[in-house]
Every structure is written in C-alpha cells, then in structure tokens.
C-alpha cells in the first residue's frame, strides 16, 4: 500500500495505491471492471452518502453548503417523493435530524447525482 497525501491551506487530498481488496467499494467505485456500477448514486447506495459527523476523524470541519439558490432547484426539479426519500435515507445514512444542513445538502447531491 502506498499512501500520498497532500495538505493544502484549505484542505487535504490523499491518493491510496493498493492492489483490489474483496468487499472494495468508494468514491471511485467497487474495482470489478463494471464502470456502470461506479455512478455517484450507485456509490451512495452501497456506502453512503457522506461521513457521520460523529464518525469524523479530521481536526477540522467541514464547510457545508446548501444555498437559496441549491433550494429553489431542489423544489423545481426535483419532486416531493424524491426529495422525502432522499431526506429520510440521507438522516439515516448520517445519524442526524432531518433538519441538519448536512442533510439538506445532501439530499441536493442525491437529486442531483454529484
């Protein structure tokens, strides 16, 4: 295993080199050759959508955006059953109320795809 990681004023990026491990499943996808399965939603159902905040092993916090602008296009494009499920799994996915920002945004990725 080789691990890079470069810390910026504003953040950290870490690049992990590794042979395939079974169950290997993140941001860039599960390794099994299948690029279909490796779409930011797929990602998301099989492992979440964001790091509990009591899970967190970063000093710093991060900066969670959800904007007026992010809401307006969440109401218009994105429908009430959607954005109720996506509410409900994103809590549940994070450990937080509803109402949390965190879930907001959340929510905003998982209608969106980002």
Known sequence: VKVSV???NN????QIEMSPQPLQDG?????????????????IQ??????RPSDNLLSGKAIIMFTPQM???????C????QASYQASCSASLGVPAGELVVKSCMFDECFGM
């Open 46 to 51: 099989r492992v979440g959508a964001r790091v």
């Open 71 to 77: 809401a307006k296009m969440m109401a218009r494009e």
């Open 6 to 8: 470069y810390q910026w």
């Open 27 to 43: 941001v860039c996808g599960n390794v099994n050759g299948n690029h279909a399965d490796d779409t930011t939603q797929a990602i």
């Open 11 to 14: 953040y950290v990026d870490v």
């Open 79 to 82: 429908d009430a059953t959607r």
